[in-house]
Structure formats: structure tokens, C-alpha cells
């Protein structure tokens, strides 16, 4: 299985649709590979917080119309990061869009924990309640975003409910890369699952981000990594060594709370 992590980011004052098409541009130079993930928040930057309400689209608005379409055209599995998203009743999300090589959702993902303590997206977005995985051949991907990483538990949710590869879109400060580096070892080694971890490129309202995606093995061995600019990062994965690796040092089988 071959994955393409799309590491983009707003470039300065670059207008949304430029962003977008420039998105969709690099998604439909990923043929071939069977999922392609973008970053968090990609259209506006993670930390642009006066952004949020400015940009907020409806679930199915612009972005989710051109990502169905690219994903549709390209004939992949698209985890198109994440858009700030707004609820019929007015609440704000950071809300993930899955789509399947036809262009339908496959599933959304409203982001459970939410940065910023007591500001920022934490008092300006709503929280999601609800854990999301999704089938695809041969695998199952669980559903993350960014701060979510943190957080051990949701994880181990998404393991429980089949989750064999989880997918991390994120907008991590380059402040705080050495944590987003070891937590998705992390995450990978507990939960004897493929991480990939989807960073974003520049500097969002003055905050430099970390770059760096990842993609992590079962066993916790870095297979690619990022740097810190624009960039593609193409990995082949093996979906049966999640099962491999469970068989092998069956440590998840040991739990003792949880279960
Ligand atoms: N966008 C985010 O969730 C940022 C998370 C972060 O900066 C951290 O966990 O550190």
C-alpha cells in the first residue's frame, strides 16, 4: 500500500483558493498510491485563529466539493487533513474529511481534544464525541488530529474498534517538535499500528511549524520522515505487519485495565 503524505501550509496571505487549487494540484500528482493525506487545518493554518470563523465552511462547501472531486479523479483514497468546519446550529469544528477513490465521504472527524488551553481553538471551536475509523482494502485507518496525539486513550480507542493504521493530520509548532517526533513512536509502538503523521509547511500567524511528517511502522522504526518545507513524502506500507507484529510479541493481549 502506498500513502502520500502532502506536506503543504498557507504561504504568507495566500487567498484560500489559491491554497485549494494548489492542494488539488499535488493530490492529482499522486496517482498511483492508494492514500493521500493532507495536514490540519490546512486552509487556514492551525494557529490563524482570527481565521477560523472568517474561513468556516459548511461540511459540504468548497473545500469538501474540490477534495471529493480530486480524490475522484485521481482514483485514491483522500484524507483531505482538515477544514474548520461550521455546524447548522453556528458551532465551529476542526472537522477531518475522508473520501473514497469515487469522490463519496467515506467519514468526517470532528476533532475530540482542542488546542490552546484557554484560548485559541479551544474556546473557538466545539469538541467532537465521536471516535471514527475507516474500511478500506485491506486495512482500517483511525481517525487523529494533531493535539489528539497526546492522548494516549483515543488511541486505544481506535485500536479497539479495528484501527490498524492511524492517521495524524496536524499543524505542530516547531517549538514543540522533539514531542511530536517521539509521540508518534509512540502511539505506534503502544499500539503495535502504522502512524502517519501529517505535518504542515511555513509559519501560521507568526507560529513556525515542525514539518517533519512521519510515517512509523508497528514496530515504532521511522520509515520516512519530513523536512521542514512543502513536500511529498512517499511510503510503501505493509498492512499485513500490523497483524504480524500483534502475533509476534502480543503485548496489547496483556492489557490489564481497559478491557
Ligand atoms: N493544532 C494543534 O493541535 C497544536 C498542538 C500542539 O501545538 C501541541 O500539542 O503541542
Same mark, same amino acid.
Request: charged share 20%; proline share 0%; no cysteine.
Given at each position: 500500500m502506498r500513502a502520500s503524505l502532502l506536506q503543504i501550509g498557507p504561504d504568507g496571505d495566500e487567498p484560500v483558493d489559491s491554497l485549494r487549487d494548489r492542494a488539488s494540484s499535488l493530490v492529482q500528482e499522486? *496517482?498511483? *498510491?492508494d492514500l493521500v493525506i493532507l495536514p490540519e487545518l490546512w486552509t487556514t493554518g #492551525?494557529? #490563524? @485563529?482570527? /481565521?477560523f470563523a472568517a474561513e468556516a465552511e459548511p461540511l459540504r462547501g468548497p473545500t469538501y466539493e474540490l477534495m471529493a472531486e480530486s480524490a475522484r479523479k485521481t482514483g485514491v483514497w483522500l484524507h483531505a487533513g482538515s477544514i474548520p468546519e461550521r455546524a447548522e446550529d453556528g458551532t465551529l469544528y476542526n472537522t477531518s474529511l475522508v473520501f473514497g477513490p469515487d469522490g463519496e465521504l467515506a467519514a468526517s472527524y470532528r476533532k475530540m481534544h482542542r488546542f490552546g488551553f484557554d484560548r485559541g481553538e479551544a474556546v473557538l471551536m466545539g469538541a467532537g464525541t465521536e471516535l471514527v475509523t475507516v474500511a478500506l482494502p485491506g486495512t482500517t485507518l483511525g481517525l487523529a488530529t494533531c493535539?489528539?496525539? /497526546? @492522548?494516549p486513550e483515543l488511541f486505544r480507542g481506535l485500536v479497539d474498534a479495528g484501527a490498524e493504521l492511524l492517521v495524524v493530520p496536524a499543524g505542530w509548532p516547531e517549538r514543540r517538535r522533539a514531542h511530536w517526533t517521539l509521540l508518534a513512536q509512540a502511539r505506534a509502538v503502544e499500539n503495535q499500528a502504522y502512524v502517519l503523521a501529517v505535518g504542515s509547511a511555513g509559519t501560521h500567524a507568526g507560529v513556525p511549524q515542525a514539518g517533519h511528517s512521519i510515517a512509523v511502522d508497528p514496530?515504532? *522504526?521511522?520509515l520516512a520522515e519530513a523536512g521542514h518545507g512543502q513536500q511529498v513524502l512517499t511510503v510503501d506500507l505493509d498492512p499485513a505487519r500490523v497483524a504480524a507484529t500483534r502475533e509476534e510479541f502480543p503485548a496489547l493481549k496483556d492489557r490489564v485495565l481497559g478491557r
Open positions: 499522486q *496517482a498511483g *498510491a #492551525a494557529f #490563524a @485563529f482570527e /481565521r493535539y489528539d496525539l /497526546r @492522548f514496530w515504532g *522504526a521511522v
